[in-house]
């Protein structure tokens, strides 16, 4: 039962488990008034308990459903519907505390249109709601109650987005976070690449200098004794000017090896990119054995993938993403796609300006395609560039 539970919640913001708590309270607290009501409003029964259901049904509908799906603005009608359902139990039921539900109605509202449109429709809404209830079921004080639960309708849509202003800077902040890890990873890679790079320089300008003068003069020596005919002397000088050529060929093939392996592991940073991305499982898939030439070409690929990320969360409503990185002979593929929906003309904003301008800094190309109702982006960078 317990595992259930923690199952459901993490699928449910605590918001979201509030309000269906606080809608469940008022369907108890109504059906335990109603045997106290009158003959007409318990004849209604039947439709009060429909409503209510509708209520919650519409409320999932319009707080849950993938707003770029296939089923395009349904939230919204979702939202509307749920407004309906509780002015019909309004209409049927007259109990002072219904308004509870438009309360809660009012906090979602931020999630669909500006503070200040926001702020219009309840205020809107409360005076269409207490007209028709007064009018309805001819209540005193019907002004002072209205005002009452206006000035909770507004609070809760302060609450909201205050709520939803925490929330976005909790995911900027993450995904700084997340950015500046990724970074941390390629500079560190860079920092040695550098170091390596100046190891491999000084044994080649130096220890190589002095050893190839060093089997110059043996060479010289080994001619000397046998000019002068010294045998002896001739057999040892060989042996060392043959143990220093062989000394400056490993100190050759070792400088060789050293510039050979610094290309720059992209993986790790991608790893620390995508970790922790709220709302979305990100799958990645990186060629093994990827040999990235340069700093500024594995930054720019972190880059692109963040940027697609982000243009991922924000527009298309996707639940899943994938990224791979492949090489092909002295090119680099980019791939990402996900499983939301783009539209049908598409029009590059922002995000997908950028992704274009960082690939065409570094002489690659870009390639946005519509597949399966998602949007597939296809980067391929020259993998030739030098620090």
Known sequence: MYKAIAKISQHCERLDVLAVVTWGLVLAI??????????????????IAICFAAYIVCFFGATKLNKASLFGRAHQVFLGLQLASAFAIMLMLPLDFIPILTIIWAGMLINFCRFETALLI??????????????????????????????????????????????????????????????????????KQHERTRI???????????????????????????????????????????????????????????KANQAIDVQSAIEALVAGVPALKVHHS?????????????????????????????????????????????????????????????????????????AELLGGTVNFNRENDGLTIVVNLPNHIRQ
């Open 200 to 258: 491999a320089r000084e044994l080649h300008d130096l220890l190589g200098h002095h050893l190839t003068a060093l089997t110059i003069n043996l060479q010289v020596s080994s001619h000397l004794c046998e000019r002068d005919g010294n045998s002896a002397a001739k057999e040892k000088v060989d042996e060392s000017y043959a143990l220093a050529k062989l000394l400056l060929s490993d100190v050759r093939e070792a400088v060789s090896t050293i």
């Open 122 to 191: 309840i205020i809107a809404l409360v005076v269409v709601w207490f007209s028709l209830y007064g009018w309805r079921w001819q209540k005193d004080h019907v002004l002072l109650t209205g005002s009452l639960y206006g000035t909770f309708h507004i609070f809760s849509l302060l609450m909201s987005q205050q709520t939803q202003k925490a929330k976005q800077a909790s995911e900027q902040a993450n995904e700084l976070n997340r950015q500046l890890l990724a970074t941390q990873q390629l500079l560190t890679q860079s920092t």
């Open 30 to 47: 109504s059906l335990y008034a109603l045997p106290s009501q009158t003959a007409n409003v318990q004849a209604n029964t039947l439709g």
């Open 286 to 358: 990186i060629q093994t054995d990827i040999q990235l030439d340069s700093f500024e070409l594995a930054n720019t690929l972190v880059r692109i993938s963040q940027e697609a990320i982000t243009n991922t969360l924000r527009h298309s409503g996707a639940s899943e993403f994938w990224l791979s990185i492949t090489q092909q002979r002295d090119e680099i593929q980019l791939k990402i796609y996900d499983n939301g929906t783009a539209p049908a003309k598409l029009v590059a904003g922002n995000g997908l300006s950028g992704i274009t301008e960082r």
